[in-house]
């Protein structure tokens, strides 16, 4: 058993080998073999009998010329073709030249507007921090004069309440006077 497995084996490696390798190139009598049989698919088409029996030579003339005549038009459109590719490139890449110019144009404007919006913001950027800076500066002085007028308060009610102890004191001097003088005027009687 282990022998016709291994021969099967070697049967499946030889097959694959043979198909992996490349296809060789054909052989010359392959070559001619094909253009003949070609040959004679285009004798069949145009009409002409088999090979073996003998053509006029109109007709062989006349294949010829329909042949030459094919072999034109196909010339003529391939031609076409490529004088409509060349065209067709050649408007493309006008169009994408325009395209382009204008992109460009369209570019140098944006950065035109991205400059100038760029001066405008720091223009506002320093006005808001002068503003800053100002109101900062006001809001000191505000509060230095606050202070100020604070101690300046707080000194006149101190000087009110030595003004009211001293309305007391003279109020109770001027009652103690009426007092001495009135014991004085009674004394003196």
Do not use: C, W
């Not at 070697?10 to 073999?33: G, H, I, V, Y």
């Not at 004088?83 to 992109?103: M, V």
């Amino acid at each position: 058993m282990s022998s016709l497995y291994t021969r099967s084996k070697e049967f499946t490696r030889n097959r694959k080998s043979q198909s992996d390798s490349p296809p060789a190139s054909p052989s010359p009598t392959a070559k001619t073999l094909r253009v003949s049989s070609i040959f004679y698919l285009h004798m069949l088409e145009s009409g002409g009998s088999n090979p073996t029996t003998s053509d006029s030579y109109g007709d062989r003339a006349s294949a010829r010329a329909r042949r030459e005549a094919r072999e034109a038009r196909l010339a003529t459109l391939t031609s076409r073709v490529e004088e409509d590719s060349n065209r067709d490139y050649k408007k493309l890449y006008e169009s994408a030249l325009t395209e382009n110019q204008k992109l460009k144009t369209k570019l140098q404007e944006a950065q035109l507007e991205l400059a100038d919006i760029k001066s405008k913001l720091e223009k506002v950027t320093q006005q808001k921090q002068e503003k800053t800076s100002d109101r900062s500066s006001v809001l000191e002085m505000e509060k230095r004069e606050r202070r100020a007028l604070e101690r300046k308060m707080s000194e006149m009610e101190e000087e009110m309440k030595v003004l009211t102890e001293l309305k007391s004191d003279n109020q109770r001097l001027k009652d103690e006077n009426g007092a001495l003088i009135r014991v004085i005027s009674k004394l003196s009687k």
